[in-house]
């Protein structure tokens, strides 16, 4: 899921095999020179994974393959519209 107006959204593993994937909560602070404006659902993404007292928290979060001017590869995790 993906809240741009609200600066938020939720990370899940590609291919989740469960109807509402668990996801890592990630704020739009922690995205690594990339506006959440110009995020996307099914960017692929790096991030590490933190904790805090709501479960999962996604930190440093590097957005894979995209420039704001574009261009792209593919790794391992993306955000889904769950």
Do not use: W
């Not at 959440?36 to 904790?51: A, S, T």
């Amino acid at each position: 899921m993906l809240f741009r107006e609200s600066g938020y959204g939720f990370i899940t593993k590609d291919f989740p095999r469960d109807r509402k994937p668990p996801g890592c909560y990630f704020h739009e602070t922690e995205l690594q020179g990339y506006p959440i404006m110009q995020l996307n659902i099914g960017d692929r993404v790096h991030f590490v994974v933190g904790q805090n007292d709501k479960g999962c928290v996604a930190q440093k979060i590097d957005v894979q393959g995209k420039t704001p001017f574009g261009s792209q590869v593919t790794l391992r995790f993306k955000v889904l519209n769950v």
